[in-house]
């Protein structure tokens, strides 16, 4: 026999190789034709075939170092199955994943849900007119918020933002989403497709904020770099500090409770964010692991007059700015895109 020939088979190995035909035709095929059709439909294309999948670090709680997590860890925290949590890549060649078109003022962005209508009174200051630099520092810079509308153009950087353009950039990119509540005690990663298509939904009343996954902040600059660049900074800046950018996404209802840090100016890109606010002086009357969407359907109802916040809801395009140590917290009204601009 040539040395290039190859032999027939065995009986055990046509029998294993007939068998290996069966299950290509019977299940893998299948399943890839059912992800390429999910994500032709808006959705991301998990193959639910896939095993071993990757450990994806977690930032450890006790602040000792890194730690690995795997898809069951993750699972633990959703409540779901670890089979469905598998991290697998995206079917390659799948251009559209749905979403937004260019005309959708929403970005593709919309989850249904069926919370009440909490939008509320805006008792801080609005400026819609031109505001110079001068009367900034003078009038807001160090002494109330304010709410800036009409001066901002992200254009660009809202098109990214889309979901079918950020799913389809930055999808497999890895983010950090932590618990919603005051403290945010707990981190882990996960990629951006997993948050989107299986974390992202509409905030529950009988969940609490350190059982609820947000994602905010700690982006991954240099692979983010891209996206960032498009965003034009606040039309104002403080002396002697200098910004940073913090992007999230978050699902309808969900929101981060009061907390305190620098000076910040906050936007909304798609979506409606309620915003409530306290002087650095007057501790807000809270439980640090509810939810805002609880604090506001049940302890904002009982407070006296004198007690409630100054507030206001945001709409794609606003801009608000609070000064250093003023307490916070947020209520996203529907799905929402956002970024802030720290300054320190």
Known sequence: MHPYQKSAPARGDRSCLATLKLYIALV????LLWAVSHAAAGGCAYLSFCEGC????????????????????VAAVLNISAVDFCTCPLVRGVSNLGGAEPTDPHGGWD???????????????????SLSDSDFLKMFAYTEPVVLKGMSDQSLFRA??????????????LITVATANTHSYRKIQMTLCEYVTKVMKPQTLD??????????????????KDLFSLYKLPPFT????????SFGLAGPGTGVPFHIHGPTFAETIFGRKRWFLYPPKHHPRYNPDDTTLHWVTHVLPTLEVEEKPLECTLSPGDIIFF??????????????????TFFG
């Open 111 to 129: 989850i249904p849900h069926s919370l009440p209508d909490l939008t509320g009174p805006c008792s801080i200051k609005v400026i819609n007119s």
């Open 238 to 245: 403080l002396i002697g500090l200098k910004p940073v950018l």
């Open 323 to 340: 000064p250093d140590h003023w307490w916070h917290a947020t209520l996203n009204l529907d799905a929402a895109v956002f970024m802030s």
């Open 54 to 73: 990757i450990p994806l670090p977690v930032t450890n709680p006790s602040g000792t170092g890194r730690s690995e997590r795997t898809n069951t860890d």
């Open 207 to 224: 969940t609490l904020g350190n059982e609820t996954l947000y994602h905010f902040g700690d982006n991954d600059r240099k692979g983010w």
């Open 28 to 31: 893998l095929i299948p399943q």
């Open 160 to 173: 990214r933002s889309s979901k079918s353009a950020l799913l389809r950039d930055y999808g497999q990119s």
